[in-house]
């Protein structure tokens, strides 16, 4: 699949290191687990949004924009790395705010949120939980275009069709480390959250014909809305590359259980596998995302999911920056 065809920006020096967890793989006593580090991506400190940013930043430039316009959650990685990117590029950046579990966005809180104002964002419109994000961010954009200005709408996480391209992007990269590294796998698991990430990796698979089944482990949904949501996704990303195979709907597989009770909410499974992976390997997920995704494949192995040969690729998606929002659970338990 030739992705050259689309206006691209380069945000990461190569490729994100593709390694085996030997004491993690150890410690779980089940399948063999390789990770997939696109917490090393760029962008202060990058993650899965970097690639879709690359597409989408491109096409903002394409168009003329002067400022970027995106959405998400109090602690958005998503925010964060958009605002990132705009800076690179000299362009202006503006958020709106969802503030899913009430009152939880304050200004001055850590993490992502101090990075917001470390990184100097222009604007952010604070909305409440279930709000039209749609319709607040051409909000922003129509009291932009009155004062001559140009801004262009990213949607929350990223997730269109011109985003999912950097997950193609990604299937491509991960393809040649097979190759070059002498790696077989057997399966993937990935955080499903707005579904770029999940439904783009697997356009890309499909694509190329590469038949390694992705587990997605809902961050906020349970199966019955996640798959459809990541399908639509994926058949968005077709269509734009002029796929001629179709995504078949039983190609997506999300997995419900670990995100509970809430989106960002801790939960006692998230806490045990951000300190399994910090204590056996140094690796740090984050709260949101990766530690309940990790917490996902735990569980699966420790039910039998996986065959104890099987080697298994965990998709390190970022976010570390909302660990320090968190430092006391993560430290003393709930
Ligand atoms: C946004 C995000 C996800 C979810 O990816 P989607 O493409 O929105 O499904 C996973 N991990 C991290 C760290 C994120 O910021």
Same mark, same amino acid.
């Given at each position: 699949?030739?992705?050259?065809?689309?206006?691209?920006?380069?945000?990461?020096?190569? $490729?994100?290191?593709?390694?085996?967890?030997?004491?993690?793989?150890?410690?779980?006593?089940?399948?063999?687990?390789?990770?997939?580090?696109?917490?090393?991506?760029?962008?202060?400190?990058?993650?899965?949004?970097?690639?879709?940013?690359?597409?989408?930043?491109?096409?903002?430039?394409?168009?003329? $924009?002067?400022?970027?316009?995106?959405?998400?959650?109090?602690?958005?990685?998503?925010?964060?790395?958009?605002?990132?990117?705009?800076?690179?590029?000299?362009?202006?950046?503006?958020?709106? !705010?969802?503030?899913?579990?009430?009152?939880?966005?304050?200004?001055?809180? /850590?993490?992502?949120?101090?990075?917001?104002?470390?990184?100097?964002?222009?604007?952010?419109?604070?909305?409440?939980?279930?709000?039209?994000?749609?319709?607040?961010?051409?909000?922003?954009?129509?009291?932009?275009?009155?004062?001559?200005?140009?801004?262009?709408?990213?949607?929350?996480?990223?997730?269109? $069709?011109?985003?999912?391209?950097?997950?193609?992007?990604?299937?491509?990269?991960?393809?040649?480390?097979? !190759?070059?590294?002498?790696?077989?796998?057997?399966?993937?698991?990935?955080?499903?959250?707005?579904?770029?990430?999940?439904?783009?990796?697997?356009?890309?698979?499909?694509?190329?014909?590469?038949?390694?089944?992705?587990?997605?482990?809902?961050?906020?949904?349970?199966?019955?809305?996640?798959?459809?949501?990541?399908?639509?996704?994926?058949?968005?990303?077709?269509?734009?590359?002029?796929?001629?195979? /179709?995504?078949?709907?039983?190609?997506?597989?999300?997995?419900?259980?670990?995100?509970?009770?809430?989106?960002?909410?801790?939960?006692?499974?998230?806490?045990? $596998?951000?300190?399994?992976?910090?204590?056996?390997?140094?690796?740090?997920?984050?709260?949101?995302?990766?530690?309940?995704?990790?917490?996902?494949?735990?569980?699966?192995?420790?039910?039998?999911?996986?065959?104890?040969?099987?080697? !298994?690729?965990?998709?390190?998606?970022?976010?570390?920056?909302?660990?320090?929002?968190?430092?006391?659970?993560?430290?003393?338990?709930?």
């Amino acid at each position: 699949m030739d992705l050259s065809r689309f206006p691209r920006r380069r945000y990461s020096e190569g $490729a994100t290191p593709l390694e085996f967890l030997p004491n993690f793989t150890r410690a779980l006593r089940g399948p063999k687990v390789w990770m997939k580090r696109d917490d090393m991506l760029g962008l202060a400190p990058g993650g899965n949004k970097t690639r879709k940013l690359e597409f989408l930043v491109a096409d903002a430039m394409a168009r003329g $924009a002067d400022t970027l316009i995106t959405c998400g959650a109090p602690q958005s990685n998503h925010c964060r790395i958009t605002l990132a990117a705009a800076i690179k590029e000299g362009l202006h950046c503006r958020f709106v !705010i969802e503030e899913r579990v009430p009152n939880s966005y304050q200004r001055e809180a /850590s993490g992502n949120n101090f990075l917001f104002r470390l990184l100097g964002v222009e604007a952010i419109t604070v909305v409440p939980g279930g709000a039209d994000m749609a319709a607040a961010m051409q909000e922003v954009a129509t009291a932009l275009a009155a004062q001559g200005r140009k801004g262009y709408i990213i949607p929350g996480g990223g997730s269109n $069709a011109l985003g999912g391209l950097g997950y193609v992007a990604c299937a491509q990269e991960l393809q040649q480390q097979f !190759i070059a590294q002498g790696v077989h796998i057997d399966r993937v698991v990935v955080a499903s959250g707005s579904s770029g990430t999940h439904g783009g990796l697997l356009a890309g698979f499909i694509a190329d014909d590469v038949r390694i089944p992705i587990i997605g482990i809902g961050v906020s949904r349970d199966p019955a809305d996640q798959e459809p949501l990541v399908h639509g996704e994926a058949v968005a990303v077709a269509q734009l590359l002029g796929l001629k195979t /179709s995504i078949p709907r039983e190609a997506v597989v999300a997995i419900g259980g670990y995100w509970q009770p809430q989106y960002s909410l801790p939960n006692p499974m998230m806490v045990a $596998a951000v300190q399994m992976l910090a204590r056996t390997e140094a690796i740090l997920l984050d709260p949101v995302y990766t530690g309940k995704a990790m917490a996902g494949l735990i569980g699966l192995s420790r039910h039998g999911f996986f065959r104890r040969e099987e080697h !298994i690729l965990f998709i390190h998606t970022g976010g570390t920056p909302s660990l320090s929002a968190y430092e006391r659970i993560l430290l003393e338990g709930l």
